[in-house]
């Protein structure tokens, strides 16, 4: 799915994030006993609110799960084995970005299917995909850097469900520059590819490698200078505003449903 479901817990440690946590505890309503967080990975979240939810971590990875320290289930994210309406609240965080369209669209149902009353996402904000764009040294085929597939924001939250209506949704985090996608395409049609993400674009994440989307293949980050592509970036300065990097949301199912 990409490159972060194969990153070891030792390897994403240094991204923990307390202030997001401290945003998602905010945003849980008062009357949420029991909550299931499906793409939980190591824990990283999942652990923090157990120490006040019952909550039931669920990932498809069996390595990920020996890191959560409550109840765990080893699942896929669009079919998951447990009696509709199980929880009072159903969360995900970073996970939608990076589903196909089909499996997307199924997952999110399965989130509908699974909540008593909530729907509590996160995912990143008005992101230019194009920005961190690599290509593979193998199929020679172009990839989203950490394996995301979708760009989000309120409008596509506000279509995201069917049975359950908005109730509270916001942008917070760090600000990050867009890139605007005409000189995206440029870059990557007049330099080579090691030119197209300056170290300092990503040097918080901790990892010096990318898996492939398309063949699997791990592909070494490097970095080297290229005038045209820093040119470019510059352009980019004047043209692109930041953002805001994460929005979350805060669904209710709607009465009668």
Same mark, same amino acid.
């Given at each position: ?54 909550? +039931?971590? *669920?990932?498809?990875?069996?390595? @990920?799960?020996?890191?959560? $320290?409550?109840?765990? !289930?080893? &699942?896929?994210?669009? #079919? ?51 920005? +961190?764009? *690599?290509?593979?040294?193998?199929? @020679?085929?172009?990839?989203? $850097?950490?394996?995301? !597939?979708? &760009?989000?924001?309120? #409008? ?102």
């Amino acid at each position: 799915m990409s490159n972060y479901a194969q990153r070891t817990y030792e390897e994403i440690i240094d991204i923990k994030d307390d202030k997001k946590v401290k945003v998602i505890k905010q945003l849980i309503p008062k009357d949420v006993k029991t909550i299931v967080d499906i793409g939980c990975g190591n824990g990283l979240i999942t652990n923090q609110l157990a120490a006040t939810y019952d909550i +039931l971590g *669920v990932d498809i990875n069996p390595t @990920k799960l020996k890191h959560v $320290k409550t109840k765990t !289930l080893e &699942s896929s994210c669009n #079919k998951i084995e447990l009696p509709d309406k199980s929880f009072d609240l159903v969360f995900s965080s970073e996970l939608l970005e990076h589903l196909p369209e089909q499996l997307l669209r199924e997952t999110l149902s399965e989130f509908e299917r699974l909540s008593k009353k909530y729907i509590l996402i996160t995912v990143p904000n008005k992101e230019s995909l194009i920005k +961190l764009m *690599v290509k593979c040294d193998s199929c @020679k085929k172009l990839y989203h $850097k950490n394996g995301h !597939l979708h &760009s989000f924001d309120f #409008k596509t939250l506000d279509v995201m469900f069917t049975d359950f209506r908005i109730l509270e949704k916001m942008e917070f985090g760090p600000l990050i520059r867009a890139y605007n996608n005409i000189l995206g395409k440029t870059k990557h049609a007049l330099t080579p590819a090691s030119s197209w993400i300056p170290k300092f674009w990503s040097k918080k994440q901790g990892i010096s490698y990318t898996y492939c989307l398309h063949c699997g293949k791990k592909n070494e980050t490097k970095h080297r200078f290229h005038p045209i592509a820093f040119g470019l970036d510059m352009i980019n300065l004047a043209l692109s505003k930041k953002n805001k990097s994460q929005l979350i949301a805060l669904f209710e199912r709607k009465s009668g449903e």
